[in-house]
């Protein structure tokens, strides 16, 4: 095994122990909602990318329309989600956040940030500098990583 292996081997261990941590966090309400993984993951693709059409959600969710359709109406049912006409297209129906699916989203993902906040603040100065460097060198491997697949998209669909 290279120096370079054994460090990634490393970080992915802390890493694991990290989500680990935070799963064992039963105050997160992830697990206080009554949600499939299909559902969250509905929840936060329309968290990160806006209201979408019923079609659209379910290509990028691999599902066939019918069974979006059935995931969609018992978000509508819970108040996770509503539905409206597309002014752009009115055959689309499309599918938003709800002000309550928002807030239990948010919600998820405050607790996680709560729960990081609480054990940065075990470490000293010096070691916060650490960590800001390292999610700094972790952006910035980030961005180029979105970059690569941009233009890979890009070159594809110039074919």
């Known amino acids: ?3 370079k292996d ?7 261990a802390g ?3 990290f989500q680990l941590a935070m799963a064992r966090d039963r105050s997160n309400p992830f697990f206080a909602v009554n949600l499939t993984m299909s559902q969250l993951k509905i929840l936060f693709a329309l968290r990160l990318h806006g ?3 019923g079609h ?3 290509q990028k969710m691999g599902v066939s ?3 979006m359709t059935g995931i969609v109406d018992r978000l509508v049912a819970g ?3 509503s539905r409206r006409e597309d002014p752009q297209d009115r055959r689309v129906r499309l ?4 002000p309550h699916g928002t807030e239990v989203v948010e919600g998820i993902m405050t607790v996680g940030e709560e729960h990081s906040r609480r054990l940065l603040a075990r470490l000293s100065v010096d070691e916060l500098d650490v960590v800001a460097d390292a999610m700094d060198i972790l952006g910035r491997a980030l961005a180029a990583e979105a970059d690569a697949e941009e233009s890979g998209a890009e070159a594809a669909s110039a074919d």
Do not use: D, F, K, N
């Not at 054994?6 to 992915?12: D, E, G, L, S, Y």
């Not at 599918?95 to 709800?98: C, D, K, N, W």
């Open 15 to 17: 890493q694991r122990r």
């Open 6 to 12: 054994a460090a990634i081997a490393r970080i992915m």
């Open 56 to 58: 659209e959600l379910a």
């Open 95 to 98: 599918v938003e956040l709800t």
């Open 65 to 67: 329309p019918a069974t």
């Open 79 to 81: 108040r996770y989600v």
């Open 51 to 53: 209201g979408q059409g």
């Open 1 to 3: 095994m290279t120096s």
